[in-house]
């Protein structure tokens, strides 16, 4: 996941973040590079690292990460005087081809808290989606557009993605096309608001869905 993360910034050019370094627990990585970017140690030594480097901001690519390991990369990183957490989406680690360092999420509190793992049961899910036609509302907006890149990870039948917002249903169509451009050519991209009941039962009527997801 760390190496995803490097070369989706080498995609964008570092225009959002410049990597000084990986931590990792494994010993042997230590003093090895990742695409240029050296292994520098653990999080052992995370406090010490963060002074070394002038570090400005950390990203937390382990998505199986336990509470405990993240309140103590949150309280180093704060003694420190490092505001500038980010993690990535815990989806990742089961759908996506690739990381999109755009897409990283703030550090939440509730993060920090202790519950019990979620466990996705992927081939479940593959099941209960492959082969169906599938109506995501709101497909364009932060919810619905992760619903969208999930949904299309398991093969529909038929996608159609029903959004107010024209440009942001037409961003979804770019990355769908570079993402999944098989899925991308039975998606239908339907500009609408869901409170107009007479388009919606157009939808319905011409789309026939048999799963809706409803994030509008």
Not at 118 to 140: P, Y
Request: no cysteine; aromatic share 6%; charged share 35%.
């Amino acid at each position: 996941m760390g190496e995803m993360v490097i070369r989706d910034l080498r995609r964008n050019n570092f225009r959002n973040y410049y990597p000084v370094g990986f931590l990792d627990d494994n010993p042997t990585k230590k003093g090895s590079s990742i695409h240029g970017v050296p292994v520098l140690g653990g999080l052992k030594e995370l406090e010490e690292i963060l002074k070394q480097e002038k570090v400005e901001a950390i990203i937390v690519a382990i998505t199986s990460i336990n509470y405990q390991k993240l309140r103590d990369i949150h309280q180093k990183a704060r003694r420190a005087g490092i505001k500038e957490i980010k993690t990535i989406p815990r989806l990742y680690a089961y759908t996506e081809p690739q990381v999109d360092t755009l897409r990283l999420e703030d550090l939440r509190v509730e993060d920090l808290l202790k519950r019990e793992e979620v466990r996705v049961e992927k081939e479940k899910i593959r099941e209960f989606l492959r082969g169906k036609r599938v109506l995501i509302t709101g497909a364009g907006g932060s919810i619905g557009s992760e619903l969208t890149r999930q949904v299309a990870s398991f093969g529909p039948e038929r996608l159609v993605l029903f959004e107010i917002d024209e440009t942001e249903l037409h961003r979804m169509m770019l990355e769908l096309e570079d993402l999944y451009p098989e899925v991308k050519e039975r998606t239908a991209f339907v500009v609408g608001d869901i409170t107009d009941g007479e388009k919606v039962e157009r939808v319905f009527e011409e789309h026939r869905p048999e799963i809706v997801f409803h994030a509008a």
